[in-house]
């Protein structure tokens, strides 16, 4: 069975910065494309980074305060948060999707871990 569990998240000041992680457990996560997405409150989900054997994708919107980047065993994976704005705060998900690829897309991620919660203040 997939698990994907994400740590890392906590109250930060406007400014600072974080690091989550997600670890997976139940699958070749070799081959997996892993990604983060985020959820504020009353908005949907949305895409925010993902890693595959092809390489990285991150979104404009924060493409130069953050990175993506798998670890040695690559069944995690971690989001780096720099220079982070109160509009970032939201729970950030760990998602898995089975290919090469790195869709943008909810529908196209097949496991979703529990989320960890950031704020941000100013």
């Known amino acids: 069975q997939v698990q994907l569990v994400e740590s890392g998240g906590g109250l930060v000041q406007a400014g600072g910065s974080l690091r989550l992680s997600c670890a997976a457990s139940?699958?070749?996560?070799?081959?997996?494309?892993m990604a983060w997405f985020r959820q504020a409150p009353g908005k949907e989900r949305e895409f925010v980074a993902a890693s595959s054997l092809s390489g990285t994708t991150v979104a404009d919107s924060v493409k130069e305060r953050f990175t993506i980047s798998r670890g040695n065993v690559k069944n995690t994976v971690f989001l780096q948060m720099n220079n982070l704005k109160p509009e970032d705060t939201a729970v950030y998900f760990c998602?898995?999707?089975?290919?090469?690829?790195?869709?943008?897309?909810?529908?196209?991620?097949?496991?979703w871990g529990q989320g960890t919660q950031v704020a941000v203040s100013s």
């Open positions: 998602a898995a999707h089975i290919g090469g690829d790195t869709p943008r897309t909810t529908i196209e991620y097949s496991w």
């Open positions: 139940g699958g070749a996560f070799n081959w997996y494309t």
